[in-house]
């Protein structure tokens, strides 16, 4: 069995549509031991100063099996992530943000190398995010730019995660659109991607 860490970063509960697809995925990946870590449950927030001097200070003495850093090295000894979360103000929500900023711990999930380049020290062979968005991204337009994958993409080139990909529903706020066929397409693609899931990260 591979570990498969199911990041929730869903705001709505159960009442989430991207719950509802990262479910599905996750549900039908087959010989994964699944750690559910949700994200509105830790009540999360951005690193002020102290926080910041706590970290470097703790990095500096290479601590890092302290509680510190539990949730770094929960993604970084993980086969594969599935973080959900909604396409939230062109990017991810703050919470999933401040999770992301707790990953990147210079000496345990990265390190710079002569050049000065950062190279990842994590375990994870794919990163997967599932999302859902009310309109339409488009990527040639500032205002409709897809911001989140971009970043998450970026994110895993620095810590290591060699493949990402993005499942996403989308249009499901436009008027005249039909939600339950656009979830069922998605939920039909969820499946593909979990039937291949393992064999998919180590193409």
Sequence with gaps: MKKLLFVNGCIRGEQSRTLRLARRVVSRIPDAEIEVLSLPDLHLTPYDAEAIAQRDALSASKA???????????????DAVVIACPYWDLTVPSMVRAYLERLCVVGLTFHYNEQGRSVGD??????????????????????????????????????????FDCLAAEGLDVVGNNVAAILAQSEAEADQ???????????
Excluded: I
């Excluded at 510190?68 to 929960?74: D, K, V």
């Excluded at 991607?193 to 990260?201: G, Q, Y």
């Design 122 to 163: 994590c375990n994870p062979q794919r990163l997967l995010y599932v999302t859902t968005r009310g309109g339409y991204v488009d990527d040639n337009d500032p205002a409709l730019t897809d911001h989140a994958s971009a970043y998450l993409r970026s994110l895993c080139a620095m810590l290591g995660v060699e493949r």
């Design 193 to 203: 991607v979990a039937a291949r899931f393992w064999d998919e990260a180590t193409e």
């Design 64 to 78: 890092y099996d302290a509680p510190f850093f539990a949730l770094a090295n929960q993604f970084k000894e993980a």
